[in-house]
């Protein structure tokens, strides 16, 4: 069923949708988390303590043979280093990726066709796609083995955690709309007991609905709670609010898909008492990155051959080469984000280089009138616990509004300490208006960005 929301789907009763989802479920885990997930998960395993030198000999060894299949196979590579007279043999590994152009997400689309490998029969190809937050869409073709790989090194991180998919309930906050969006009343959720999920719709999570979302939690008791920062931060400002805990131990949070700001995590530890985790990885299959047990983020240099290109204020770009996915080559793929580098390894004994700070998309930003960037505009955030959420919107520079989804205990001196933070950050000729509203924009998969602009160049 590759469409879910649908009109025999939504027609269903709440017991025959709950049976599509474990039918899913079984599906899932029968094509993809079978003998060879297994067996590629294991490998990943392995390769966790090599040495550095063994990891970048194994990355770059994958790389080559991935450019003589790209060239070999798909039109784009082949006229494009034809374009610019050099062979495969130019490029031996990360430090010569640099002869090749950077692509962005423009290029995939209008070069679409030429991108896909005439090696892949189309029985073999999988379209997936991004959910389009950064207001452009992408198509991708992989392979069941592709996304194997991708599944395989999530399941390495979540290794790293104790933590088992399948085995380990856990409440599921996604982008998925398992729920028909025009549902009034709860269950605002559906069961996977194959995936021993419990899927929460995102598209539900509205002011007045959460205490049933928290009273579900509590009632079903998953150890294991993972999804997008800003619905699970929801609850956990809901519980905080409301002077509430869950009435369990919590082992696990984990975060996906969006951008983790600090107030979020530590919004986490207090209303669940655990630190969450995050990791970073995309459609496109271009990068991957995972926190370990001590906190810091280490790339998967065993996943693809990841770049960082200095912007000139001590952030880097991240371009990404896609060697898991035979079927659409994707080099020095450009994916909007920049992370800040950590120089010293990590005590946790992992090779490969390590990240300080993963800083989000490019676009988050608060632009002044003089075209000054600000960024890290959540710690304006920190300990009011009395929003339940936030979001900035800003289509011109030197102004912004700030969306707020208040709490019922949120105050004239919350809204006057706010204010004050805000000037701290962006100085008091940046004009501030605030709009308490019942709910924030999201995107069409369900996200919430914390940023929206809407400026032509950021």
């Known amino acids: 069923m590759k469409e879910w929301v649908n009109p025999v789907y939504t027609r269903l009763p709440f017991f025959g949708q709950h049976l599509v989802c474990d039918i899913h479920g079984a599906y899932m885990n029968c094509r993809f988390f079978g003998t060879k997930y297994k067996e590629i998960l294991d490998a990943y395993i392995r390769r966790s303590f090599l040495s550095n030198n063994a990891l970048r000999e194994y990355r770059d060894n ?266 659409m080559p994707l080099i020095r793929y450009d994916t909007n984000d920049f992370v800040t580098l950590d120089e010293n390894e990590c005590d946790c004994g992992r090779p490969g280089r390590v990240i300080k700070e993963i800083d989000g998309r490019i676009e988050d930003y608060i632009v002044k009138k003089d075209g000054t960037k600000i960024a890290q505009m959540d710690s304006i955030f920190k300990g009011l616990t009395s929003i339940r959420a936030a979001q900035f919107y800003q289509d011109k520079p030197g102004s912004f509004t700030l969306r707020i989804v208040r709490g019922e205990n949120y105050s004239k001196s919350d809204e006057r300490k706010l204010l004050v933070r805000i000037a701290v950050r962006v100085g008091p000729e940046t004009e501030v208006q605030l709009d308490y509203v019942n709910d924030l924009e999201r995107s069409s998969g369900g996200k919430v960005r914390l940023f929206i602009s809407k400026l032509s160049s950021v």
């Not at 374009?83 to 043999?89: A, E, V, Y």
């Not at 999988?126 to 395989?152: H, R």
């Not at 993972?226 to 696990?252: C, D």
């Open 62 to 327: 994958k790389l080559k043979t991935f450019f003589e299949h790209a060239v070999k196979t798909t039109p784009y590579y082949s006229k494009l280093f034809a374009d610019i007279g050099i062979s495969t043999k130019d490029v031996q590994s990360l430090n010569d990726l640099h002869k090749l152009p950077v692509m962005k997400k423009h290029n995939v689309q209008d070069c679409f066709d030429d991108l896909q490998s005439t090696d892949v029969s189309r029985n073999d190809k999988i379209l997936i796609n991004t959910s389009g937050t950064t207001g452009m869409p992408l198509n991708i073709y992989t392979t069941t083995i592709g996304l194997i790989e991708m599944y395989a090194v999530w399941g390495r991180y979540y290794h790293w955690h104790g933590i088992t998919p399948g085995k380990d309930w856990c409440a599921v906050f996604g982008a998925r709309p398992w729920v028909d969006v025009s549902q009034k009343k709860p269950p605002f959720w559906r069961y996977n007991h194959f995936g021993r999920q419990i899927l929460f719709s995102a598209f539900h999570m509205i002011q007045e609905n959460i205490k049933y979302y928290v009273s579900e939690i509590r009632k079903r008791q998953p150890p294991w709670i993972q999804g997008f920062p800003s619905l699970i931060v929801l609850l956990a400002n809901y519980l905080l609010e409301h002077r509430q805990t869950l009435g369990y131990p919590v082992k696990h949070v984990t975060f996906g898909a969006e951008n983790v700001f600090s107030y979020q995590i530590e919004a986490v530890k207090e209303a669940f008492g655990v630190r969450p985790r995050q990791h970073y990885g995309l459609v496109e299959a271009v990068a991957n990155i995972s926190e370990c047990e001590l906190g810091k983020l280490h790339v998967d240099e065993d996943f693809a051959a990841v770049e960082f290109i200095p912007r000139g204020d001590g952030t880097f770009a991240l371009l990404g080469a896609n060697f898991t996915n035979p079927a």
